[in-house]
């Protein structure tokens, strides 16, 4: 009897920017699976935009009201 090897491919996920301008301090980002917010505190100063992930799916700015 012969055995066949199973392959397993490792997935990558592709994540969307945030922002295209880039965090700023007392920005607030809203995760649109569970609802919770957050707001910047602390600016990383990275060369690229960070994502803020939550719930596997990067956050949305929550509109000014």
């Known amino acids: 009897m ?3 090897k199973v392959v397993k491919k490792a997935v ?3 994540v969307k ?3 295209k301008k880039g965090i ?3 920005d607030v980002y809203k995760c649109g699976v ?3 917010a957050v707001s910047v505190d602390e600016v990383c100063g990275c060369v690229d935009t960070c ?3 939550c719930c596997e ?5 929550k509109k000014r009201s």
């Open 57 to 61: 799916k990067p956050m949305k700015p």
């Open 17 to 19: 920017k945030v922002a």
């Open 51 to 53: 994502d803020i992930i």
């Open 24 to 26: 700023k301090k007392g």
């Open 12 to 14: 990558k996920k592709v």
């Open 2 to 4: 012969v055995q066949k």
């Open 34 to 36: 569970c609802g919770i």
